[in-house]
């Protein structure tokens, strides 16, 4: 398996603009999570889906944030409008079920201007 | 808040030597997780500990959890100079994971 795959893996962006961020989670993993890392709150969860049904999107940030999972096999993370303060890196996870280990991408390393 | 707290936030050691990190938290947790983390990388899972254990071994890592002090420790014995990352601990409470700010471990040559 190839792992938790992630695209873009750089994005580097103008404040405004729209940044879409992929995920390709491991096959038949059904748990799919969305973080967030910077160095001033470290890593951050920012919504979880089961079954490709959001769970929790407690930790995103606002209303600029949504993300979807349309089938098992992907989701997206956009943000519209970007502002600077968004510059971070953006993991995806997934899991065989919800408490279990859960198996990072590489990340999306996001720096909007 | 449930977030794991690792100590130290920094440690430097000569190759060969063992090092151990440890992790406090405050809330009931389903389990302990290990992360390594490299520069610039993506988070790489190292070892899962359950509530109702106490000790786990993975080739040269070492977990010990002690629910009764919300505490846990990391050891790497014989340390390699590939070892040098950071590390974090993350509890798991139903589905989130809550995740300390790591330690940094260089390990000299």
């Known amino acids: 398996d190839a792992g938790v795959i992630q695209s873009p893996r750089h994005e580097v962006t103008e404040m405004g603009q729209e940044v879409t961020l992929r995920c390709k989670p491991i096959s038949g993993h059904n748990s799919l999570f969305w973080y967030r890392q910077t160095m001033m709150r470290g890593l951050e969860l920012l919504i979880y889906?089961?079954?490709?049904?959001?769970?929790?999107d407690s930790g995103m940030p606002e209303d600029r944030f949504s993300a979807k999972m349309p089938n098992a096999s992907f989701s997206t993370l956009k943000i519209q409008p970007s502002e600077p303060r968004d510059s971070a890196v953006y993991f995806c996870a997934s899991s065989l079920s919800r408490e279990e280990t859960q198996y990072f991408g590489p990340g999306t390393r996001l720096l909007v201007l | 808040s449930q977030q794991g707290e690792e100590d130290p936030q920094a440690l430097s050691i000569q190759e060969g030597e063992n090092a151990t990190m440890n992790c406090s938290y405050k809330t009931s947790i389903n389990n302990l997780q290990w992360y390594r983390q490299n520069s610039g990388r993506g988070l790489v899972h190292l070892i899962l500990?359950?509530?109702?254990?106490r000790e786990k071994h993975s080739g040269r890592l070492r977990v010990t959890l002690d629910t009764s002090k919300k505490s846990s420790s990391l050891l790497i014995t014989a340390s390699r100079a590939a070892d040098t990352a950071s590390y974090f601990c993350?509890?798991?409470?139903?589905?989130?994971?809550?995740f300390g700010t790591g330690t940094r471990l260089t390990v000299i040559p």
């Open positions: 500990i359950r509530s109702n254990e």
């Open positions: 993350a509890t798991a409470a139903l589905y989130n994971l809550f």
């Open positions: 889906f089961n079954n490709n049904v959001p769970i929790d």
